[in-house]
């Protein structure tokens, strides 16, 4: 009987022991990449972007140009008479921040690597961070990008005045134009390609 | 015939005299309640294979050993009794009815059967006797009006739709609140197969969940367990509670043949009103209105009966001149009706059982074809299943159990508008009210084909039914095999190893397809067009999906006495349950090549593909000890400890447990059978249960290749992008400091027996508190990413579950009226989410109508814009005279019910059964799309208003700049009254009351029965979903259709045109030799 129980307790400490590791490899989702790469996260962040402003930031513009210019014909959505839906303006946001600016947050802390890559999505990141100010006025800037935790675990960003956004993004892309600029960068970029 | 026939008789017997007997034993057996002699029992000599059956008059001769010996007299619905033969040689038997047994007996967490005195929980029991008083076809509709708070809803009337069973509210904020469906011990993979070519607002196809592939015929009893003692046994599965099935295996005897056919018809029982009055075309405000025969909008001119045309002129025999059809211009009688076929259902099993002291076997086969009540909508399902146990030795016992279902069906496209998806019945609603469907049933005549067709935003629903295949195929394998082993007295150690493993196979195709353009009639006979209409380059797509399921269990269990007048069980053990699941799915891209080849290959742009593979396992250890002392006093306390793969490496363990007791007070009173109340039973319990993550929430990953944008399912642009590959930062926070949730219960009620066992009361209050629940909280997408997933929630489930089970009558000529009552309330409340919000979203409608989880409200909350009044009550309207509504919503109702009753009746008399089930609900809100489509288009019974002339909306005003309100004098046309931009107007009162079925059965008496050389036979009619009755504003949809709605399967409570449900009136047979 006390064999029997010691046997049990001992089956039972390996079965627990082992557990802790091979249930935590059970759980790493096969379906993804641990990581990324940067010059294929700057190509999802360009393709996500131009989505964005071809389809949400663009057609809202067009749309209320075409509606003030006053075209005959002219069928009138929701749009144009002030029925905005929260949709109209989350989702051109929703793929600055979440998809485009994210994944080029990614290339920027890749700099050691890709000096180049970096400097062209700091330059593209000021592009859509332009875009956003003047699309929406004041902005997260200073504290945005940081949700994760290593990064400050900053999960609802403190707005910024539009022209306090202005005047770094002016610098951020001044700064990244000189790193283009450097011969020596642009043949690292070379052979690597 | 008749003379070998008794020559071989007497052969047998003398035989058999020859090889056992000494000496021979007669007998009469005769019924208890009446004297009557019965014929057919089955006599036999215990631990033999001699045996007889009574004759005609009850009489019997059996040859029996010299020394010692048992007869076993049993039959059907009679106790089966024991008697020591001696040195009787005449021994006479009187049989009493067996119907009390069941109720005894109950299946706990555990697996094993226990007096009920014993469980300390609200448990119940339901036969299989109960479950199928009256034929039904699958097993959710079985348990309908048997157990209280227990919530059961199927997605639509459509075939092989999707079942969720909720017990006592919902649990988790985000997660699967799906009971845990258990079979003979093994936890199945019951996950939802949704997809449809248009998912999400362009409508879903619904490939059902696994739970129907159960074939109801083979149920034995089905437990639904709620209390934490209960779950805490299942561990985190079972943490929306668990309804276990325990299947029906053979028992001792000669072999037994079980057969039942049933058959039924099915019509479609619509609850969409629809006005009569005006016909196709547009409403202008001024009331006047333009005739349109390509409208699918009926705000057109009023029906005066003039033939006029009504499909779209073409050159039909290409003679060079137009054809068209006629009729009236009046409404279809039943149009909506007619859109649907009668459809039928037949279902078939066989079952034979049997066995000896030494084993026992079930072996059945049931088949169930089902043609839909929507054209070219079928199900078929066949079911293979074996289930035996064996006595290996004196210590050893083994149980095998095997079934296999097989599935394959033909379903429609259901859910939202018309026009982006391919919903027949969606497109049926949007129709006119002058459309016959009589006659648009021939889609490939010119008339009603791409030339012809009538309509210019619309798409013939019989071509969609027809030519585009949703089809659904799945194969369902489920194994068990136990060993038990009793070493010593008292102590059994027993190991259960189960697979269940489903694959799913799913099909659709869109043919390539242009409807011409085409010429509408106009006011006066005048032509407008040519107008331009839609087509699709077709489409392709298919899913592989397998999952296994592997549960094992090993448990050691010791029951030793204490003294003279208590009892110890104690059990531990070991569990292990393992998913993985592994999907293939392709589709092609920018359309087909060939027409007619559906073929990944056949693709115009490469083909898409998907692959996705989870795993996930849980292992648990278990411990459960109950103490009874003199059979009246129980305490039992369990605990469990899991270990979860989708939990951190550091909170991977958690520790759960649950404490109660019950008490049989009437056995201290003394009270016996003759008092009022012979059993008083007051129970109470407490405890905690945890429950794990979801998969894959503690790391950041990368998607490859992601899907750049996808509106709705009507286009996407994926990755590669004009060739190059993209990876992007998925937008998931991983948290590595997630915990479990728990759910803390405390649960207190009484069982009642009384009025000499005619009556029997149940009553249960419950009290839980669910924290630290897991959310995937949204997150601002400025942070960079999306959601993350934390333990912030709390939610609340309060309630009361009363069940009332009386025999009013019972006359001793053999009439009996068994009344049952079931009702339960639950108050759900969400305390809290997170510190920076107060509201979750579930899903949301588009135009400011939301259901959210919101604190201090119940789950499932909506949310939209409600309409202003001033302070004297008046509506405001603005300067077109429509309703002006609040800016900021307000939370207007949630979809739980005030409370949920059921009644069941039945009256009996000499073999004949009259029963009825009622089933209703009482409050809560559901949205209905319906509602809001035809009023868009004008068909609906409430789109009458003022005579579709302007009025004013009576005692309206309008706000001016400084505050005050005048009288309002501008009118608004019935159209643009209703289609004002508001939802909250589409939440409809969810309340119901159904008439679920009515059946009526007849047993044939033994005397015929036995003279055919049957054990049993029996006979039953029945019609199912007799009548409705809905609150008046309710004139558009079933409040019971769940409607995905949203990706998230918690959202209730959106009907968004499914599939109606449908009559059904049918016969079923059962024969047992």
């Known amino acids: 009987m006390k064999k029997i129980k010691i046997l049990f307790i001992v089956v039972s400490m390996m079965i627990a022991s082992s557990c802790g590791d091979k249930l935590a490899e059970i759980n790493v989702d096969p379906n993804t990449s641990p990581s990324g790469s940067a010059p294929q996260v700057f190509t999802a962040a360009q393709a996500f972007y131009g989505i964005a402003l071809d389809a949400y930031f663009n057609e809202l513009d067009a749309l209320l140009a075409q509606y003030w210019a006053g075209g005959p014909g002219v069928a009138l959505l929701d749009e144009e008479r002030y029925f905005f839906e929260p949709i109209d303006f989350n989702t051109a946001w929703s793929f600055s921040y979440l998809q485009a600016l994210s994944d080029l947050s990614f290339v920027i802390s890749d700099a050691e690597n890709n000096q180049a890559l970096a400097a062209a999505a700091d330059i593209l990141s000021v592009y859509i961070y332009q875009n956003l100010v003047d699309h929406y006025g004041d902005i997260p800037y200073t504290s945005s990008l940081r949700g994760d935790l290593s990064n400050g675990g900053i999960t609802a960003p403190e707005y910024d005045g539009g022209k306090a956004v202005y005047d770094q993004l002016i610098s951020r892309v001044s700064a990244a134009v000189a790193t283009l600029a450097d011969p020596l960068v642009m043949i690292i970029w070379e052979l690597k390609i | ?1073």
């Open chain 2, 1 to 1073: 015939m008749k003379r070998i026939l008794l020559l071989s008789t007497v052969l047998v017997f003398a035989l058999s005299g020859y090889i056992m007997a000494q000496k021979t034993v007669t007998g009469t057996v005769t019924a208890e309640e009446d004297g009557s002699p019965v014929p057919g029992v089955n006599v036999i000599v215990k631990g033999t294979s001699a045996g007889t059956v009574t004759d005609i008059d009850g009489n019997y001769q059996i040859g029996v050993p010299d020394q010692g010996g048992i007869l076993v007299f049993s039959f059907i619905g009679l106790a089966t009794e024991e008697v020591e033969i001696g040195a009787q040689s005449v021994i006479n038997m009187t049989m009493t009815a067996d119907i009390k047994q069941l109720n005894e007996i109950v299946v706990t967490a555990t697996g094993d059967l226990r007096n009920a005195n014993s469980v300390t929980y609200a448990n119940q029991t339901v036969g299989s006797e109960s479950l199928l008083s009256s034929p039904q076809k699958n097993t959710l509709e079985a348990l309908r009006g048997k157990a209280a708070g227990v919530k059961l809803t199927t997605n639509s009337g459509s075939v092989g739709a999707s079942t969720r069973i909720v017990l006592r509210g919902e649990a988790s904020l985000t997660g699967n609140n799906n009971a845990l469906i258990v079979i003979d011990g093994i936890p199945i993979d019951n996950s939802n197969s949704i997809g449809g070519e248009n998912e999400g607002e362009g409508g879903y196809t619904d490939y059902g969940n696994a739970f129907n592939d159960l074939d109801p015929q083979s149920i034995e009893s089905v437990t639904i367990l709620k209390g934490p003692s209960a779950t805490s046994l299942y561990g985190s599965r079972g943490a929306s509670g668990v309804v276990m099935i325990t299947t029906k295996s053979g028992s001792k005897g000669k072999m037994k043949v079980d057969l039942n056919t049933t058959f039924s018809i099915e019509d479609a029982y619509i609850l969409l009103d629809r006005q009569e009055q005006f016909g196709q075309g547009i409403l202008n405000p001024d009331g006047s209105k333009i005739f349109d025969s390509g409208e699918n909008f009926s705000w057109g001119p009023r029906f005066d009966g003039i033939t006029r045309p009504w499909t779209s002129p073409i050159d039909a025999d290409g003679d060079g001149n137009l054809e068209y059809l006629s009729r009236p211009y009046e409404a279809v009688p039943n149009q909506l009706h007619d859109f649907f076929r009668t459809g039928w259902t037949s279902n078939n099993s066989l079952a034979l059982s049997g066995g000896t002291d030494l084993f026992t076997y079930r072996v059945n086969y049931a088949n169930t074809f089902q043609n839909g009540i929507m054209h070219n909508t079928d199900y078929e399902r066949h079911n293979i299943g074996f289930n035996g146990t064996a006595k290996l030795s004196d210590k050893v016992s083994s149980s095998v159990g095997l079934s296999y279902a097989s599935v394959a069906m033909n379903t429609a496209t259901e859910g939202s508008r018309a026009f982006e998806g391919r919903n027949p019945y969606a497109s049926a609603i949007q129709s006119p009210n002058t459309i016959d469907y009589r006659q648009v049933r021939d889609y490939t005549s010119p008339f009603h084909d791409f030339g012809g067709w009538y309509g210019t935003y619309t798409i013939n629903p019989y071509f969609i039914l027809n030519e585009m295949a949703n089809t659904g195929k799945r194969d369902n394998w489920l194994g068990n095999a136990s060993i038990d082993w009793k070493p010593i007295k008292g102590l059994t150690l027993a190991t259960k190893f189960g697979i269940n493993y489903t694959s799913l196979n799913t099909i659709e195709s869109v043919p390539i397809y242009q409807y011409e353009d085409h010429y509408v009639w106009l006011d006066n006979l005048k032509l407008d067009g040519p107008r331009s209409r839609d087509g699709n380059a077709g489409a392709h797509n298919e899913l592989l999906r397998s999952t296994t399921v592997i549960d094992w269990t090993t448990t050691a269990s010791y029951t030793t006495e204490i003294g003279s007048s208590s009892s110890l069980t104690a059990i531990g053990g070991v569990n292990i349950y393992d998913l993985t699941r592994k999907q293939l799915y392709g589709e092609t891209r920018g359309g087909l090549v060939i027409p007619g080849v559906y073929n990944l290959a056949n693709s115009a742009q490469t083909a898409a593909v998907e692959q996705s593979h989870n795993d996930y396992r849980i292992i648990g250890f278990f411990g459960n000890a109950s103490y009874s002392w003199k059979d009246r006093v129980y305490l039992e306390g369990s605990v469990r400890n899991d270990y979860s793969s989708t939990l951190p490496v550091d909170s991977q363990s958690f520790l759960y447990w649950s404490l109660g007791s019950s008490v049989i007070v009437s056995d201290f009173l003394n009270w016996t059978y003759n008092d009022p109340i012979s059993k008083l039973k007051v129970r109470v319990s407490y405890g905690t249960t945890g429950k794990d993550a979801g998969l894959y929430l503690l790391t950041n990953t990368y998607n490859i290749n992601p899907s750049l944008v996808n509106y709705e399912g009507i286009y996407e642009i994926l990755s590669p992008f004009n060739g190059q590959t993209g990876i992007s930062k998925d937008g998931l926070i991983g948290n590595n400091f997630l915990t479990p949730e728990v759910t803390t219960t405390f649960e207190a009620g009484t069982d009642i027996t009384f009025w000499k066992g005619r009556g029997n009361f149940s009553y249960t209050y419950y009290n839980s508190i669910h924290t630290d629940q897991i959310l995937e909280a949204d997150l601002s997408r400025a942070s960079g990413y999306s959601i993350t997933a934390v333990n912030i929630g709390e939610l609340t489930n309060k309630g009361h579950e009363i069940s009332l089970n009386i025999t009013p009558i019972s006359t001793a000529s053999g009439f009996d009226w068994d009344l049952g009552f079931v009702w339960s309330t639950n108050k759900s409340e969400v305390t809290r989410i997170s510190a920076q919000t107060n509201e979750l979203s579930i899903w949301s409608s588009g135009r400011g109508v939301t259901q959210v989880a919101a604190v201090g409200e119940p789950f499932g909350t909506w949310k939209g814009n409600v309409q202003r009044f001033d302070p004297n009550g008046n509506p405001i309207v603005d300067g077109n005279g429509a309703r002006v509504y609040t800016t900021t919503p307000e939370y207007v109702g949630s979809v739980q019910p005030d409370f949920l009753g059921s009644i069941t009746t039945s009256f009996k008399y000499k073999g004949f059964r009259l029963g009825a089930l009622l089933d209703g609900r009482k409050g809560g809100k559901f949205f209905s799309l319906t509602k809001t489509a035809v009023e868009f288009n004008g068909t609906g019974g409430n789109t009458l208003i003022g005579d579709r002339q302007p009025f004013i909306v009576p005692n309206s005003v309008v706000e001016q700049s400084d505050g005050t309100f005048v009288e309002n004098t501008t009118p608004i046309v019935a159209s643009n009254y209703l289609d004002d931009g508001n939802y909250t107007n589409h939440l409809l009162d969810a309340s119901f009351l159904k008439l679920r079925e009515i059946s009526l059965g007849y047993t044939f008496p033994r005397e015929i029965v036995s003279r055919l050389n049957l054990q049993a036979a029996s006979i039953d009619f029945f019609a199912k979903n007799v009548k409705f009755w809905l609150p008046s504003e309710n004139i558009f949809d079933d409040p019971e259709a769940k409607g995905p709605g949203g990706s998230s399967d918690n959202t209730t409570g959106v009907a968004s045109t499914q599939t109606p449900p449908a009559r059904s009136y049918g016969v079923s047979l059962n024969l047992t030799f």
